[in-house]
T-cell receptor, first 110, second 112 residues
Framework: SQTIHQWPATLVQPVGSPLSLECTVE??????LYWYRQAAGRGLQLLFY??????ISSEVPQNLSASRPQDRQFILSSKKLLLSDSGFYLC?????????FGEGSWLTVV | AQSVTQPDIHITVSEGASLELRCNYS??????LFWYVQSPGQGLQLLLK??????LVQGIKGFEAEFKRSQSSFNLRKPSVHWSDAAEYFC??????????FGTGTRLQVFP
């Protein structure tokens, strides 16, 4: 069966520091991969999605970037974090028409 | 514009009572519809989904949802709520997973 791993689970970073959140999927090949952000009291906002290695689509302009160096690996990065980057970040993968989520990463920028 | 509305931000029910969480959508075509549940500090778990066919969909944990095209709704129901159902519930619509639109969620609190 397919599983998705996301780490770290919790992160506290100072403003201006870099960020790297990683996500890997097991048990499938060539999945669509996604990064969502969930701010406190809000729904989910799609940040990036990828249909293949090196193919990244960005949904909103922001201080973040994403990369897909391998088929089942998706990385969310920032060179300099802002306070507004705080939130709950969720990696997800999809089979046709259905998205499955990882356990999420809590990021607090202080 | 495509959108999803979950009118109830917070719902409180007693354990054993029935539950209905509302979801209304605005979408140009017949959408794919989903309900997810999120326990505190956790990721989202898929409860059920509707693509086509029978408009009453059965999901996990005893949940069901009914697609009503005339009302643009996809309400989630459970006949008897358990304390472990306390969580946040998200409705989502789309036609391709890369364009899935989520509602803002309904937080369910269950009293013993």
């Amino acid at each position: 069966s397919q599983t998705i791993h996301q780490w770290p689970a919790t992160l506290v970073q100072p403003v201006g520091s870099p960020l790297s959140l990683e996500c890997t999927v097991e048990g499938t090949s060539n999945p669509n991969l996604y990064w969502y952000r969930q701010a406190a009291g809000r729904g989910l906002q799609l940040l990036f999605y990828s249909v293949g290695i090196g193919q990244i689509s960005s949904e909103v302009p922001q201080n973040l970037s994403a990369s897909r160096p391998q088929d089942r690996q998706f990385i969310l990065s920032s060179k300099k974090l802002l306070l507004s980057d705080s939130g709950f970040y969720l990696c997800a993968w999809s089979v046709p028409n259905t998205i499955y989520f990882g356990e999420g990463s809590w990021l607090t920028v202080v | 514009a495509q959108s999803v509305t979950q009118p109830d931000i917070h719902i409180t029910v007693s354990e054993g009572a029935s539950l209905e969480l509302r979801c209304n959508y605005s979408y140009g075509a017949t959408p794919y519809l989903f309900w997810y549940v999120q326990s505190p500090g956790q990721g989202l778990q898929l409860l059920l989904k509707y693509f086509s066919g029978d408009t009453l969909v059965q999901g996990i944990k005893g949940f069901e949802a009914e697609f009503k095209r005339s009302q643009s709704s996809f309400n989630l129901r459970k006949p008897s709520v358990h304390w472990s159902d306390a969580a946040e519930y998200f409705c989502a619509v789309g036609h391709n997973t890369d364009k899935l639109i989520f509602g803002t969620g309904t937080r369910l609190q269950v009293f013993p």
